[in-house]
């Protein structure tokens, strides 16, 4: 059974930083690609960290650009999400997500087959 599950949201003050996990299981993570997405309170779901090239090339939302970096640990098996200089409107649930390569490049990672449950973050005074 392929599992992801999210953890390190929370409560942050505006210019803070979290480091979000995403821990893998049933699924070797190191072989297939990583995203993050969120989903903010009345909005849709939407990419925020993408792997859109075989290669390993990341990319980012423009939203989040130059404040977030998206990577991985083979030897753990796990994604990381390091948020900084966060914002108000960074608030959201988080997910992490894993699918068929050749398909998250294809579709820049709009269509993946696995995903997390989330996990929230706020950002508030």
């Known amino acids: 059974q392929v599992q992801l599950v999210e953890s390190g949201g929370g409560l942050v003050q505006p210019g803070g930083s979290l480091r979000l996990s995403c821990a893998a299981s049933?699924?070797?993570?190191?072989?297939?690609?990583i995203a993050w997405f969120r989903q903010a309170p009345g909005k849709g779901r939407e990419v925020i960290a993408c792997?859109?090239?075989?290669?390993?090339?990341?990319n980012y939302a423009d939203s989040v650009k130059g404040r977030f970096t998206l990577s991985r640990d083979n030897a753990k098996n796990m994604g990381y999400l390091q948020m900084s200089s966060l914002k108000p409107e960074d608030t959201a649930v988080y997910y992490c997500?894993?699918?068929?390569?050749?398909?998250?490049?294809?579709?820049?990672?709009?269509?993946?087959?696995?995903w997390g449950q989330g996990t929230q973050v706020t950002v508030s005074s």
């Open positions: 997500a894993t699918g068929d390569p050749q398909i998250a490049t294809q579709t820049s990672c709009r269509r993946m087959d696995y």
């Open positions: 049933g699924v070797t993570l190191a072989n297939y690609p």
């Open positions: 792997i859109v090239k075989r290669d390993g090339t990341t």
